[in-house]
């Protein structure tokens, strides 16, 4: 007999203020911010994760069935000059809940939100190439490596290399 996972379930919410300190506490390193949300200075805080949202775009918070609490959190926000062009960022999981297959669920519900809700015809993320379990993830969920490109985040140090991947509506 086969094996097969588990299916994971969840929903997307929009992003309620109230559980910023929860997303906050997800991050436990300076690594874990760089690799998330590199011009952050560590540490994360409530008020930056709430003025995240402030920017353009959307932000969400993924509940599993039954809990009360958040396990993730990620965005969606419009490229600059084509709005029919997507760009998921921040996405975050709970660092208790890490390896259960809930970042490909964040993933798959942000992407699916982005084509079929706000009829995006693209939907493309970038992440640094050493964050391997990131990298894994999106590849697992379809994306596909479409550019290298250079990023500075800090004027004391140079440009960084990221991996920029992308998916196109079906």
């Not at 297959?101 to 699916?112: A, F, P």
Request: net charge positive; glycine share 6%; aromatic share 8%.
């Amino acid at each position: 007999m086969a094996h097969t996972e588990p299916e994971i379930c969840g929903e997307l919410r929009a992003f309620d203020p109230l559980f910023a300190p929860v997303v906050a506490s997800w991050v436990q390193t300076p690594a874990e911010l760089r690799w998330l949300a590199p011009r952050t200075p560590h540490p994360l805080t409530p008020v930056k994760v709430v003025n995240w949202t402030k920017k353009t775009g959307e932000a969400f918070l993924l509940f599993q069935p039954q809990e009360a609490l958040p396990c993730g959190y990620g965005e969606l926000n419009p490229m600059k000059g084509d709005p029919s062009h997507l760009w998921i960022g921040h996405i975050l999981i709970d660092s208790q809940r890490r390896r259960e297959g809930l970042g490909r669920l964040l993933t798959d519900l942000l992407t699916r939100k982005a084509f079929e809700d706000e009829k995006a015809k693209k939907v493309s993320l970038v992440v640094f190439p050493d964050n391997k379990p990131a990298l894994d993830c999106y590849v697992k969920c379809g994306y596909k490596i479409v550019a290298e490109e250079f990023q500075r985040f800090d004027s004391r140090t140079g440009p960084e290399r990221m991996v920029r991947l992308g998916k196109v509506a079906p």
